[in-house]
């Protein structure tokens, strides 16, 4: 849900003389101070006439930590070792991070019955605010996740040069970063993120990110304030992506809010697709009332469906509230029309998805947050939910020992149709699920977290209102791998989440029963780390898992941006490798998965050799859980597929957003409609994960040895059905026969009856002794490579020429021609290419920075020499 800016300019529709309303962000020309370096009061801070001598520029939104890193008082976190350099809360005692933020700004008292609000998005932990001499805040504020807003028409100066000042303190439990996960656990005790007293993928953020670390805004109405919008869509039937669609049904209401002290009439309304619904309605003084708007039913509805199964439309609500002929608030809320079910699958015991009436295999991502440090942008959101989709998932989970992500994080999974699984803040390392020598407190103290149920549960019901309208939220969650304190969950459960949404399923915990029964053992997800490619086939795991995943170090260049060069050293498990900066960036082993490929020459070599582990590992997760779709499995969650801090695990893309191998092993993998080899019963199989039954598909199945020379296994015409896993052709025998000496490339196809290729997929596999005896000996081939510029995108060339091997396993980027550094974020349709004999393969490189000038592009694989290749 967004506010659009209003201009009164852009006012002059249907209600004759409008009031100007608008919005804007307070996000420039902050000055901070420690507080002990102020040797005054907030009432005298917040005159304008006070003087502001020495203060530092402060970064608004943003922490504490941000601020100080900007003004180059502390090292960078994410580099090295730097982080141990920096101060932590838990010694320094709170006063240390306990700043003031003061910030001038300029705006007149409304005229007549106009009102003027201030809006903070989020602020870590608790705060005080002052404008113009005087306290607005009755009480002081606390509650990393709750909003406030504050009608500040009374506090603004005549002459309309205002000043705000805001004391930030720290959450009163820092917790000692002890190197447990979420230190030694007393964070919980507050309402915020446990992640930043350190966790197993991270090192603890140092000021444990206090501060006024999301948006603050000034919002101008009239006499009445719209506010808490509620659009439900319900969908009936059984439902396709295209073709004509039957009626849905849009169930409308919002709070409007009079703080006048005169009674107000006026209506509540909207147009959409040519129909006007209104609701007339009298507010009293001081007084605000929910209104229940006429539900309306819309003809052919253009229809939101998750990433793969169909298109993501959206609609622009204009929701008004009209007295005396006059707009005194108007908010347009984004939304979509779709509707989410759940139902449990008798067969794998699990619980299965549907949207709007067809069933969903959930391909899922963990998500921690954007970043650390909390330095959110609008762009980086949007990058980073786009690289889910080219991923071919359809899921992100929220991870409970981080936050609510934001409304533009949503926007971005509505843009790009990736449903929200959204825990609350809660995790079962920290709340007591099991006994722990590193928690300061007992499981019984610890499972009755946080101190203050009833800010938690406020902070849900402000939470729920601000997300309830993004159609990519699909379900809410009592917290990771353990459920929140009875009170808690009964009041979320019962009261919260029926009144305030109602539309979506709610899952106790993460690993609940309730979404996947534990038949196994444990703690119901994973495994994770390094697994044989055999294992994800044939071993079975809990049937939706939460969090199963494996490694995921990115390259040379990846490593170079964080690690100091002494320590760019390539890990040896044979010698039981230790370096305390990899140690400290929490990197997990690749164990002896590399040796097969050869002794790495350099950390170069075992990076690139790493990636071959990282595709195989990702590709080879997401089609083992697809072959057993409908029959072991509903669903899979990734752990995980991005990090917030520069750790050396579980990511697609590193922290800078320049992807691995990982990513395009899993673009690969989770394609909706996939050939792949079962390398446990040899078999070729097809998944159709569509609605749509695909007829009349050439299937091609071909071997190619080290120098390139073809043998042909099989080509037949094949039909995949909607929601299906077909097994096709077995390959034990010739498979087996052809790699024995020195491996083989095993390369799958699917055509249409166009001859396009809608599938393809190559696979590299061992001798008989698991080793890649024969990629350590292929010859070099030089292919053309092209680079042509075309609408802001690049087009990239690779042909290989015949009578040689194949190109084998290319990494494609994009460089500024001058530093030769890649340019990101940029999206490539895939990567890590291998290109037959005689055949060639275009790539497009696109996104903002893809139509940046002075490029060039760079290609190096296996057995292809680095080159750079000029963009014509």
Same mark, same amino acid.
């Given at each position: 849900?967004?506010? +659009?800016?209003?201009?009164?300019?852009?006012?002059?529709?249907?209600?004759?003389?409008?009031?100007?309303?608008?919005?804007?962000?307070?996000?420039?020309?902050?000055?901070?101070?420690?507080?002990?370096?102020?040797? %005054?009061?907030?009432?005298?801070?917040?005159?304008?006439?006070?003087?502001?001598?020495?203060?530092?520029?402060?970064?608004?939104?943003?922490?504490?930590?941000?601020?100080?890193?900007?003004?180059?008082?502390?090292?960078?976190?994410?580099?090295?070792?730097?982080?141990?350099?920096?101060?932590?809360?838990?010694?320094?005692?709170?006063?240390?991070?306990?700043?003031?933020?003061?910030?001038?700004?300029?705006? %007149?008292?409304?005229?007549?019955?106009?009102?003027?609000?201030?809006?903070?998005?989020?602020?870590?932990?608790?705060?005080?605010?002052?404008?113009?001499?005087?306290?607005?805040?009755?009480?002081?504020?606390?509650?990393?996740?709750?909003?406030?807003?504050?009608?500040?028409?009374?506090?603004?100066?005549?002459?309309?040069?205002?000043?705000?000042?805001?004391?930030?303190?720290?959450?009163?439990?820092?917790?000692?970063?002890?190197?447990?996960?979420?230190?030694?656990?007393?964070?919980?005790?507050?309402?915020?993120?446990?992640?930043?007293?350190?966790?197993?993928?991270?090192?603890?953020? +140092?000021?444990?990110?206090?501060?006024?670390?999301?948006?603050?805004?000034?919002?101008?109405?009239?006499?009445?304030?719209?506010?808490?919008?509620?659009?439900?869509?319900?969908?009936?039937?059984?439902?396709?992506? &295209?073709?004509?669609?039957?009626?849905?049904?849009?169930?409308?209401?919002?709070?409007?809010?009079?703080?006048?002290?005169?009674?107000?009439?006026?209506?509540?309304?909207?147009?959409?697709?040519?129909?006007?619904?209104?609701?007339?309605?009298?507010?009293?003084?001081?007084?605000?009332?929910?209104?229940?708007?006429?539900?309306?039913?819309?003809?052919?509805?253009?229809?939101?469906?998750?990433?793969?199964?169909?298109?993501?439309?959206?609609?622009?609500?204009?929701?008004?509230?009209?007295?005396?002929?006059?707009?005194?608030?108007?908010?347009?809320?984004?939304?979509?029309?779709?509707?989410?079910?759940?139902?449990?699958?008798?067969?794998?015991?699990?619980?299965?998805?549907?949207?709007?009436?067809?069933?969903?295999?959930?391909?899922?991502?963990?998500?921690?947050?954007?970043?650390?440090?909390?330095?959110?942008?609008?762009?980086?959101?949007?990058?980073?939910?786009?690289?889910?989709?080219?991923?071919?998932?359809?899921?992100?989970?929220?991870?409970?020992?981080?936050?609510?992500?934001?409304?533009?994080?949503?926007?971005?999974?509505?843009?790009?149709?990736?449903?929200?699984?959204?825990?609350?803040?809660?995790?079962?390392?920290?709340?007591?699920?099991?006994?722990?020598?590193?928690?300061?407190?007992?499981?019984?103290?610890?499972?009755?977290?946080?101190?203050?149920?009833?800010?938690?549960?406020?902070?849900?019901?402000?939470?729920?209102?601000?997300?309830?309208?993004?159609?990519?939220?699909?379900?809410?969650?009592?917290?990771?791998?353990?459920?929140?304190?009875?009170?808690?969950?009964?009041?979320?459960?019962?009261?919260?989440?029926?009144?305030? &949404?109602?539309?979506?399923?709610?899952?106790?915990?993460?690993?609940?029963?309730?979404?996947?029964?534990?038949?196994?053992?444990?703690?119901?997800?994973?495994?994770?780390?390094?697994?044989?490619?055999?294992?994800?086939?044939?071993?079975?795991?809990?049937?939706?898992?939460?969090?199963?995943?494996?490694?995921?170090?990115?390259?040379?260049?990846?490593?170079?941006?964080?690690?100091?060069?002494?320590?760019?050293?390539?890990?040896?498990?044979?010698?039981?490798?230790?370096?305390?900066?990899?140690?400290?960036?929490?990197?997990?082993?690749?164990?002896?998965?590399?040796?097969?490929?050869?002794?790495?020459?350099?950390?170069?070599?075992?990076?690139?050799?790493?990636?071959?582990?990282?595709?195989?590992?990702?590709?080879?997760?997401?089609?083992?859980?697809?072959?057993?779709?409908?029959?072991?499995?509903?669903?899979?969650?990734?752990?995980?597929?991005?990090?917030?801090?520069?750790?050396?695990?579980?990511?697609?893309?590193?922290?800078?957003?320049?992807?691995?191998?990982?990513?395009?092993?899993?673009?690969?993998?989770?394609?909706?409609?996939?050939?792949?080899?079962?390398?446990?019963?040899?078999?070729? %199989?097809?998944?159709?994960?569509?609605?749509?039954?695909?007829?009349?598909?050439?299937?091609?199945?071909?071997?190619?040895?080290?120098?390139?020379?073809?043998?042909?296994?099989?080509?037949?015409?094949?039909?995949?059905?909607?929601?299906?896993?077909?097994?096709?052709?077995?390959?034990?025998?010739?498979?087996?026969?052809?790699?024995?000496?020195?491996?083989?490339?095993?390369?799958?196809?699917? +055509?249409?009856?166009?001859?396009?290729?809608?599938?393809?997929?190559?696979?590299?596999?061992?001798?008989?002794?698991?080793?890649?005896?024969?990629?350590?000996?292929?010859?070099?081939?030089?292919?053309?490579?092209?680079?042509?510029?075309?609408?802001?995108?690049?087009?990239?060339?690779?042909?290989?020429?015949?009578?040689?091997?194949?190109?084998?396993?290319?990494?494609?980027?994009?460089?500024?021609?001058?530093?030769?550094?890649?340019?990101?974020?940029?999206?490539?349709?895939?990567?890590?290419?291998?290109?037959?004999?005689?055949?060639?393969?275009?790539?497009?490189?696109?996104?903002?920075?893809?139509?940046?000038?002075?490029?060039?592009?760079?290609?190096?694989?296996?057995?292809?020499?680095?080159?750079?290749?000029?963009?014509?």
């Amino acid at each position: 849900m967004t506010r +659009r800016l209003l201009l009164s300019g852009l006012l002059l529709c249907t209600a004759g003389s409008l009031a100007a309303q608008d919005q804007y962000e307070l996000n420039s020309e902050w000055k901070s101070l420690p507080i002990k370096e102020v040797k %005054m009061d907030g009432n005298k801070l917040s005159l304008p006439a006070t003087a502001l001598k020495n203060w530092e520029p402060a970064t608004v939104p943003g922490t504490v930590l941000t601020t100080m890193l900007n003004n180059k008082q502390v090292p960078d976190p994410f580099y090295g070792m730097d982080n141990k350099k920096i101060p932590d809360i838990f010694h320094t005692g709170p006063e240390y991070y306990t700043r003031w933020f003061v910030k001038d700004f300029r705006e %007149m008292p409304p005229a007549t019955d106009g009102q003027v609000w201030l809006h903070f998005r989020g602020v870590n932990d608790g705060c005080d605010i002052y404008i113009n001499g005087k306290k607005v805040n009755a009480t002081t504020h606390h509650g990393a996740y709750l909003r406030q807003t504050y009608n500040i028409t009374a506090f603004l100066a005549k002459d309309g040069h205002n000043r705000l000042a805001v004391i930030v303190y720290p959450a009163a439990f820092p917790g000692d970063p002890n190197g447990g996960q979420g230190g030694d656990g007393t964070i919980a005790r507050n309402v915020g993120p446990q992640y930043t007293a350190g966790w197993d993928w991270i090192q603890p953020m +140092r000021d444990r990110n206090t501060g006024i670390w999301d948006k603050v805004t000034i919002e101008k109405t009239g006499a009445v304030r719209i506010l808490d919008p509620h659009i439900v869509t319900s969908v009936p039937g059984i439902r396709q992506p &295209d073709g004509q669609q039957a009626p849905a049904i849009l169930h409308v209401q919002a709070t409007l809010q009079n703080p006048t002290a005169n009674a107000i009439s006026g209506k509540l309304k909207y147009q959409l697709e040519g129909k006007s619904i209104q609701q007339e309605v009298t507010l009293a003084p001081k007084g605000s009332a929910t209104v229940v708007l006429p539900d309306l039913t819309l003809e052919n509805p253009r229809l939101w469906w998750p990433a793969g199964y169909g298109p993501q439309h959206l609609y622009q609500l204009p929701l008004e509230f009209i007295t005396d002929g006059k707009i005194s608030d108007r908010e347009e809320v984004e939304f979509g029309i779709r509707e989410i079910q759940t139902a449990w699958n008798t067969h794998t015991r699990s619980r299965e998805v549907l949207v709007n009436g067809q069933r969903i295999f959930i391909k899922g991502g963990n998500w921690i947050t954007s970043d650390a440090m909390f330095r959110f942008s609008k762009e980086r959101y949007d990058a980073e939910i786009r690289f889910h989709r080219d991923m071919n998932l359809n899921l992100i989970r929220i991870w409970g020992g981080s936050l609510t992500e934001r409304p533009e994080f949503f926007e971005a999974c509505d843009k790009y149709g990736l449903l929200v699984f959204q825990d609350f803040w809660m995790s079962g390392d920290c709340n007591g699920r099991w006994l722990d020598p590193q928690k300061k407190d007992d499981q019984w103290t610890r499972r009755q977290y946080p101190n203050d149920h009833n800010l938690f549960l406020e902070s849900v019901a402000d939470q729920v209102k601000m997300l309830r309208n993004y159609p990519s939220l699909a379900f809410w969650c009592g917290g990771n791998e353990i459920t929140p304190p009875q009170d808690i969950l009964a009041a979320m459960k019962d009261s919260i989440l029926p009144k305030l &949404d109602g539309a979506r399923y709610f899952f106790d915990y993460s690993n609940s029963d309730s979404m996947s029964y534990n038949f196994i053992g444990g703690n119901g997800d994973g495994p994770y780390g390094i697994q044989t490619v055999a294992h994800f086939w044939e071993d079975r795991t809990f049937p939706f898992n939460s969090e199963v995943g494996s490694v995921g170090v990115g390259d040379l260049v990846s490593l170079q941006r964080f690690l100091p060069k002494e320590n760019l050293v390539a890990p040896d498990f044979s010698k039981k490798f230790v370096d305390s900066i990899w140690d400290y960036h929490k990197y997990i082993g690749y164990n002896n998965s590399i040796d097969p490929y050869g002794t790495p020459k350099n950390l170069e070599d075992w990076a690139n050799k790493a990636q071959l582990v990282n595709y195989d590992q990702y590709r080879a997760l997401m089609e083992g859980f697809s072959a057993h779709m409908w029959d072991w499995y509903t669903g899979a969650i990734i752990w995980k597929t991005q990090n917030p801090w520069t750790a050396l695990r579980g990511q697609m893309y590193d922290y800078y957003l320049d992807p691995n191998a990982c990513l395009y092993g899993l673009h690969s993998g989770s394609k909706p409609l996939h050939v792949m080899y079962n390398p446990v019963e040899k078999m070729v %199989m097809i998944v159709n994960n569509t609605f749509a039954y695909h007829r009349d598909l050439m299937l091609e199945i071909n071997a190619y040895d080290m120098a390139g020379k073809q043998t042909s296994l099989g080509q037949l015409f094949v039909e995949a059905t909607p929601g299906s896993v077909q097994k096709h052709v077995e390959l034990k025998t010739i498979v087996d026969k052809l790699k024995s000496q020195k491996g083989i490339f095993l390369s799958l196809r699917l +055509r249409n009856l166009q001859k396009e290729i809608v599938d393809d997929n190559c696979y590299w596999l061992t001798d008989a002794n698991g080793n890649y005896s024969g990629l350590q000996e292929m010859s070099t081939v030089k292919p053309t490579v092209t680079a042509t510029r075309k609408s802001g995108e690049v087009v990239v060339t690779v042909s290989n020429p015949t009578g040689g091997p194949l190109a084998f396993f290319n990494r494609i980027s994009l460089l500024d021609a001058s530093s030769k550094e890649r340019i990101l974020p940029v999206f490539y349709s895939d990567n890590y290419i291998t290109v037959l004999p005689g055949e060639k393969k275009e790539i497009v490189i696109s996104g903002e920075k893809a139509a940046t000038k002075n490029t060039v592009v760079e290609i190096f694989g296996h057995n292809v020499n680095k080159q750079l290749v000029e963009i014509k």
